[in-house]
C-alpha cells in the first residue's frame, strides 16, 4: 500500500476496508514519511481511518453487549418467577409437615388410649387373683383350669375328681 501515490482512490477504499491492526501497521510504516512532511495528509487519513474502525468495532461490540445484556435481563425474569414458585411451594411443604406432625402426634395419643382401654377390659375379664393360697382358692383355680372341650364344642368341666383333690390338700394342710 505504500507503493501507491498519496490519497489515491484504492488508498482510500483500503483504509475504509482494512482492520484495524491493518490500518495500526500502515501508520507506523508511514510514520517517517510524516515526520519528514512528505506524507503528512496520508497519516492523517489513516488516523482518521483507524478512529472509525475503532468506532464501528467499538459499535459491534456494544450491540452484541446489549443483546446480551436483554437475555440476560430475561433470565433474570425466569429466575425470579421461578424462585417465587418455589418459595411458595416450600411454604406448602412446611405447612404440610407441620400437619403431618399434628396428625401423628393425635395418631400416637389415639393408640395409647385404645391399648389402655383395651388394658382396662383385659383386667376386668380376668379372675382375681389371690394373693394367699386358701383350700378354697385353689379349689377355684383348679377347678377354672380343667375345663373341657368335647367333640362336638361342649364345654364341661371335671369338678369332681378336681375338687376332691383340692378338699383332700386342704384338709391335710390343716
Not at 59 to 87: N, S
Not at 122 to 148: C, D, G, I, Q, Y
Request: glycine residues 2%.
Amino acid at each position: 500500500m505504500a507503493s501507491l501515490p498519496i490519497n489515491s482512490p484504492e488508498k482510500r477504499h483500503w483504509l475504509l476496508e482494512s482492520s484495524a491492526q491493518e490500518i495500526q501497521g500502515f501508520i507506523h510504516a508511514s510514520y517517517a514519511n510524516y515526520v519528514n512532511g512528505y506524507g503528512r495528509e496520508e497519516y492523517e487519513l489513516a488516523r482518521t481511518a483507524l478512529d472509525v474502525r475503532i468506532a464501528e468495532d467499538a459499535e459491534r461490540l456494544a450491540v452484541r453487549f446489549e443483546q446480551q445484556m436483554i437475555r440476560l435481563t430475561g433470565m433474570a425474569e425466569e429466575q425470579k418467577v421461578l424462585a417465587e414458585r418455589l418459595d411458595r411451594q416450600t411454604s406448602k411443604l412446611i405447612y404440610l409437615t407441620y400437619a403431618l406432625v399434628v396428625l401423628t402426634l393425635l395418631l400416637l395419643f389415639f393408640t395409647v388410649y385404645l391399648s389402655y382401654d383395651t388394658y382396662l377390659k383385659s383386667r376386668s375379664t380376668e379372675s382375681p387373683k389371690p394373693h394367699a393360697m386358701t383350700p378354697n382358692n385353689r379349689v377355684e383355680r383348679t377347678a377354672t383350669s380343667r375345663l373341657v372341650f368335647d367333640a362336638a364344642g361342649n364345654m364341661s368341666a371335671d369338678f369332681q375328681s378336681q375338687s376332691a383333690r383340692s378338699v383332700a390338700v386342704a384338709h391335710s394342710c390343716r
